[in-house]
Every structure is written in structure tokens, then in C-alpha cells.
Nanobody
């Protein structure tokens, strides 16, 4: 049974920081590319950041320079450090795991709410 469990969401003021985490189980974590996606009300789900099994990272232009994705293979966990948050970052943040070779092995977490508001 594959599980991706996000945590760390919440309410933060504009300009603040937050770190969300995604703990994976049921997969060989080191073989998976991991990603964070987000979906704001009324919008489609969009990419925020990804990190490959080898550690290469990619960011959406809207978060570049403010967000940092990282992974700890020993803990089967991927993180998203979010700094200089704005109300436009308000969304449900979803964790994604996709096998680096067998792309059909694609899993999603349940999401964690991040709200940026004063």
C-alpha cells in the first residue's frame, strides 16, 4: 500500500516562511522522482517544484528563488521550504511520486492547505 502523507501546512502571514513535508511509504523512495504541486480555488493543479531521484531540481518561475525542494532518502521524505510567501501562494499543496523509469507508478498525497493571509 503506497502512502504519501503531507504535513506542515497552515496559516502564515505575508512575507513569512513555512516548510511542508511528505513522508512516503510502500515505495522504494530513492527510485522515485518527487514533486510538489499546488491548486488554488478555481485553478488547475500546477507544478511548484520537483526533485529527481538523483537530486536535480526544477521550479516553477513563480516560486523560483523563494522555494526550495529537498529530499532525505534515509527518511523517505521530501520537503518544500517556502520563504517570502505571498497571498498568491495560498493553495492546497500536493506531494507526487513518480518512478524514475516505470512512469505508470505515479502516486499522489491527499494534500495540505497553505494559507497566506494577514
Amino acid at each position: 500500500q503506497v502512502q504519501l502523507v503531507e504535513s506542515g501546512g497552515g496559516l502564515v502571514q505575508p512575507g513569512g516562511s513555512l516548510r511542508v513535508s511528505c513522508a512516503a511509504s510502500g515505495i522504494i523512495f530513492r527510485l522515485y522522482n518527487m514533486g510538489w504541486y499546488r491548486q488554488a480555488p478555481g485553478n488547475q493543479r500546477e507544478l511548484a517544484a520537483t526533485i529527481t531521484s538523483s537530486g536535480s531540481t526544477n521550479y516553477a518561475d513563480s516560486v523560483k528563488g523563494r522555494f526550495t525542494i529537498s529530499r532525505d532518502n534515509a527518511k523517505n521524505t521530501v520537503y518544500l521550504q517556502m520563504n517570502s510567501l505571498t497571498p498568491e501562494d495560498t493553495a492546497v499543496y500536493y506531494c507526487n511520486a513518480i518512478h524514475s523509469i516505470a512512469r505508470s507508478r505515479n502516486y499522489w498525497g491527499q494534500g495540505t492547505q497553505v494559507t497566506v493571509s494577514s
